[in-house]
């Protein structure tokens, strides 16, 4: 069977890294003097081990919730003799100045800083002990690295101890004394998003070899200083850099270009058009361009071909075809055109391989892609497209769309634009129409994305987001290797008294589902996270509002579920005052046939425990489970769940009934008479994992009514769902249960007749098993309550 998408396995390097990281003490290192971390003695890592165990320890912290940050982790590379790092990326304010410095002795090739701005201009001095190897150095975003953190800047090898006890905002004299100088290797240089207050000029001017230069979001006073470059830059970015004849004529200089950007955020911050002359010129100097990009800008209607006299046919990349006018002078393709937020992405023939655009999905998906890292105002609005694009219309490279919406999520945690679009995207990307071609792998990579993002995020749209998008998912199964952490996150948004009524239903129904069919260790672990506390808490705020909705009957049902089997949810129940609230319930809402089943369901869980039923054995309960015999409510459950109550408890017999009203007897009667009631044909709306609540009031002679319920039970669900229970009653050994009941004196004569037809369904379903109702099976597993 073919792979699905997504589905390929991580490499064996990949693996072992991700396990030394989360067990450094157990593989690595020892603890050393202070707590402190220590690289063993007999280690010795070449640079292709070291530099994957930081870039993987990097996005372990900023992706992975249960990781734990190790404080001394970069000491471990501080001696180049045992371990050797060249190439290494940093990002968000994770990143301190004391980590750098623990480095400063290794010989950086490269060194990527981004969004890192915790740094201050002590890393300034860090970098120029990588000033003889380094090759390439990024240091977009880091906003405060050209700002002294309180006082004179230490040189790299000074002590740092106390150094983090001071905020960003106390940075506030910009560093003077530092450039390039002695950088001779350095060859590929980002400095986006550089202070005004730095002169961009001064500081490149001792370099002398760059061949790539990113200056996004640069105020240059001027540009005539690029030209320094001409004869060696081969990729220049100024992403919004003001357009300008000066800038224009600077850039037509510099003709070994490869990559050229001029783009902008966008047109409505565009002062300059981009003219057919610009365009032109562009063309025509810069031979050698392979990519381009001109996202953003206002263009001038006569760059292209009225669409009258456009080549005839499909869409074509053959320069003489183009549609742009100034493109017809291409000797070849470009490799990467950005036409992002421009009209020129509507045209037909377009010469390059690859667009950025908002025409088609394709224009759309590259260019996520291509703005992800450094300009998530971009990414954001392509992924909003997106959006739209699986919402009403049908994504065609599903795959690729959710890699990359799963890498802008990871890449922008801490952005709440991204979380937004993305999560409404995955949401899409996720539902019925696409599940069959996504592997579990990539599905589990959706899973932890969108847990992040509930983890970052309390704001309404990222919550409902997430909480929409995990209803995509088959629960439990799918959540099951995160469950701990689901509940938490579900459980803290139904902590606030007043939350959004929106999200507070579905995270509801999703705490539902989470406990609705795992093992009872699961229940017992969500049950001590407050899951009880929580859900009784909803129930309380409904009835002071006097409203029977969703939230309050789901919030039932999850109860019903999370005691089944569980002594100590059950005890929690009653601890909290779950009766109270249920009796007013009863007296609020009379007629809500669902709210009843789902209480005595419940209720019928905390009668299973030998240990709770005296609390349920007071005069008030017992008019009330008795009084609800009557009931015709959601066809037979009410009554059904009243009746198994009332059997667990006269199961111990007549001593233990110490009240006077109502008479033991008496209620007993009723029991009977609502069990002769019953149709034994009726289909349920109740799931049973296991027989062994009900097999426990047969072979005994305390309480005929008990062992009545118990056998009607049972012949119910094994003529109605053969299927499903025969085998289940065999396995847990009912019928040599049932055998017994037909030896016993003290059981009545048509308890006896109906254990009889209970064995006799048994008997038939082994003989022929594929007589079977399914369209019954199926209604049974789709409903609320588990059992």
Known sequence: MAAKAGDNPDSLMTLATVFCLRNLRKTMCYQGLRNKLCLRSDIFLPSEICDKLVNTYMELVHTDSNFE???????????????????????????????????????????????????????????????????????????????????????????????????????????????????????????????????????????????????????LLGTAFLTQWKDRLAS??????????????????????RHLDISRESRRTSKCKMTRKILTAIVQRLVNLVSLDISGHVMLDNCTVPHFEEAMGRPSIEPCKSSIYPFQELKRPLQFLGLYDTTLCNVTHIPAYKVTGSKNEDQVLNAIEAYTEFRPELAHRAINQLFDIARIQHCSQLLRALQLVIAALKCHKYDKSIQV??????YYLTNTEYRSDQSVRLRREVIQVVLNGMEQYQEVTVQRNCCLTLCNFSIPEELEFQYSRVNQLLLKILEPARQDESIQRIAVHLCNALVCQVDNHHKEAVGKMGFVKTMLNLIQKKLQDRMCD????????????????????????????????????????????????????????????????????????????????????????????????LSHIMFDGPEVWSMEEPRRDTVMDKMWDAIQSWDVSSRRNINYRSFEPILRLLPQSISPVSQHWATWALFNLVSVYPSKYCPLLIKEGGISLLEKVLKLDSSQPETKDMASKVMGQCENFKEDPMETNHGQEEEIMSTAGCQ
């Open 69 to 219: 940050p190790e404080e001394s982790f970069f000491q471990l590379f501080s001696d180049p003799r045992s371990t050797r790092l060249t190439r290494v990326q940093l990002r968000e304010d994770f990143v301190r100045d004391r980590d750098l410095e623990a480095i400063r002795k290794q010989d950086l090739i490269e060194l990527h800083l981004t969004y890192c701005n915790s740094l201050s201009s002590r890393s300034l001095k860090t970098l120029t002990c990588f000033r003889e190897t380094l090759v390439s150095l990024c240091l977009f975003g880091c906003n405060h690295i050209f700002y002294r953190k309180g006082g004179a800047p230490l040189a790299c090898n000074e002590d740092t101890e106390d150094e983090e006890e001071e905020s960003p905002a106390s940075r506030q004299a910009i560093e003077t004394d530092f450039n390039f100088q002695g950088f001779n290797r350095l060859r590929l240089l980002n400095l986006g998003g550089l202070p005004d207050e730095v002169d961009a000029e001064t500081l490149l001017k001792p370099l002398k070899s760059l061949t790539s230069l990113d200056l996004s979001n640069v105020q």
């Open 236 to 257: 220049l970015v100024l992403y919004n850099v003001d357009l300008s004849e000066e800038l224009v004529s600077t850039v037509v200089e510099i003709v070994h270009l």
């Open 421 to 426: 679009t993305g999560s409404a995207a995955l």
């Open 550 to 645: 969703q939230v309050m009957e789901f919030s039932w049902s999850a109860l019903w579920n999370i005691t089944d089997e569980t002594p100590d949810n059950c005890q929690m129940f009653l601890n909290c005052r779950g009766m109270s609230l249920f009796l007013e319930c009863l007296q609020e809402f009379p007629d809500k046939q669902e709210l009843h089943r789902n209480m005595l369901g419940l209720l019928g869980n905390v009668a299973e425990v030998k240990a709770l039923r005296p609390q349920l054995l007071t005069p008030q309960f017992i008019t009330v489970f008795s009084n609800l015999l009557d009931s015709k409510a959601d066809g037979i459950e009410v009554s059904y769940n009243a009746c198994g109550v």
